[in-house]
């Protein structure tokens, strides 16, 4: 606990602003009749004096904090219009618990009606099918076009077809559930049909993917669920990349003591393909069979990047100015979140930091200032390892090139699982969802 605290010093600016005010998996209806008087804690946006045209693409983590934040400090005088194609926000974090039963997706979905009603954010539902980065607009699935002095392009990932997995009938019985909602109640389903002694074999794509700890922690909430409700089960864990890839004490000690004799880790896997009708999935270890299979595929930039034309590392993440999020390829366009190359793990926490340092440079731009030359980010994690016990990790980061922020020496660190983590994870999520949402 006590090094904790200390990380937190180093967080500044950067850090949560904690405004969880009794903020929690928010009632998503409930919110749009709520007024500021009621909830007493909204900053009203003021006019600054600073105008602009801001359109922000995705509402999600880093979304949602962006268009919140270009208002709470930018104020009146900047446009933001959020675009969205759900009506609600279903958050990937803690979504793992819902594999367990300790949650539900509704529990996990949040509102834009505070953007909205508290910081007037024009929230329209919609997907953005085109961006024209030189006549600077973005045209609607529905025909409308929306010009901007700024644009904020913030749609987390899309992800590679795995062969075997081609159809939607195969993606329905091999689901990822690694963007949460229905398919994480289809594989908690699945899960519980499981007999005694059943196999779940899970694969992890190589890195970079969203949420380094993610599948290991889904490995051990798994394996914690089956050692109780169905005996003799096992984890199969397929790894592409060549080791665990977070918090590589606290999960060799899950995998080799917690959960010994129901995970089996193996490291430098690749897939040929899937017969999802089967179970069967074929890699170069060898081939298997399981009661459930849980193909997580290789991740890339939200597709509006990537068919744009404006995924420039590799054709599917984008390079961006750290300073600022303004992409490499395209001026007045900023990426944040998961869809951006920045040497910042693809994480939630992180798309929230992103998203408050971007928003801050488009102040500063659009008022005729530069960017903060050296922005620090924080980014908080934990992950349950048992149905009460969880770990947490911790980074902070600072500029190293223009491209690319680096780990600031002697400011990170990781926990092992305790009853105490566990109960710390829910307030943290609620803070950081608070942060992003209210
Ligand atoms: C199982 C799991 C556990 C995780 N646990 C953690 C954790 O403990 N801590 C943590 O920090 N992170 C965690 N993450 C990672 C976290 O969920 C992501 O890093 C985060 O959501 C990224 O934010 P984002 O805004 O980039 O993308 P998202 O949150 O995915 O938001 C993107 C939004 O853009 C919208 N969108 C996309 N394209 C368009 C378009 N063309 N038009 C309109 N809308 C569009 C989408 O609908 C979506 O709402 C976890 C992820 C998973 C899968």
């Known amino acids: 606990m006590t090094k904790r605290r200390e990380f937190l010093k180093y967080a500044g600016a950067s850090s949560l602003a904690l405004a969880a005010s009794g903020f929690s998996s928010l009632a998503w209806a409930d919110s749009k009749t709520r007024t500021r008087s009621t909830t007493g804690d909204a900053t009203v946006p003021t006019n600054t004096g600073i105008v602009g045209n801001v359109v922000v693409i995705g509402g999600g983590m880093a979304g949602a904090t962006v268009a919140k934040y270009l208002r709470l400090w930018g104020g009146t005088g900047i446009k933001v219009t959020l675009v969205e194609r759900d009506p609600f926000y279903t958050s990937s974090i803690m979504s793992n618990l819902v594999l367990s039963g300790q949650r539900n997706v509704s529990s996990l979905q949040f509102s834009y009606g505070f953007l909205a009603s508290r910081y007037g954010v024009t929230v329209k539902q919609g997907e953005v099918v085109k961006i024209d980065p030189v006549g600077r607009k973005v045209s609607l699935a529905d025909g409308t076009v929306l010009p901007y002095d700024r644009l904020i392009v913030a749609p987390g990932v899309d992800f590679d077809v795995v062969p075997g997995l081609e159809t939607a009938d195969a993606q329905k019985r091999v689901p990822h559930a690694w963007k949460a909602g229905s398919q994480t109640t289809d594989l908690r389903n699945m899960i519980t049909a499981m007999p005694n002694g059943g196999v779940f074999a899970m694969t992890i794509p190589a890195a970079p993917y969203r949420c380094p700890p993610g599948p290991y922690e889904r490995a051990c909430v798994v394996a914690d669920w ?72 290789p991740h890339r930039a939200g597709k509006i990047l990537t068919s744009n034309g404006l995924a420039d590392v590799g054709g599917k993440w984008t390079s961006v100015d750290v300073r600022s999020y303004e992409a490499t390829v395209a001026p007045h366009l900023h990426v944040i979140g998961d869809a951006a190359a920045t040497g910042q793990p693809k994480a939630g926490h ?88 209210a």
Request: charged content about 15%.
């Open 226 to 297: 089956l050692k109780k409700n169905r005996p003799g089960s096992k984890v199969l864990v397929l790894d592409a990349n060549p080791g665990i890839q977070a918090e590589v004490n606290t999960f060799t000690t899950a995998f080799t003591s917690t959960h010994k004799g129901v995970i089996e880790y193996h490291s430098g896997v690749t897939i040929a393909s899937v017969n999802a009708a089967t179970g069967d999935i074929f890699t170069n270890i060898g081939n298997t069979r399981a009661n459930v299979l849980n193909v997580i595929p």
């Open 350 to 437: 992180i798309a929230n930091q992103e998203a408050k340092v971007c928003a801050d440079a488009v102040i500063r731009l659009l008022s005729g200032r530069t960017p903060d030359p050296a922005p620090v980010t924080n980014s908080a994690c934990y992950s349950p390892i048992t149905a009460d016990t969880a770990s947490w990790l911790t980074a902070v980061y600072g500029v190293d090139t223009m491209n690319s922020m680096k780990v600031i020496p002697g400011a990170s660190g990781e926990g092992h699982a305790t009853q105490d983590n566990f109960q710390d994870m829910s307030k943290w999520f609620s803070t950081l969802m608070s942060d992003s949402f």
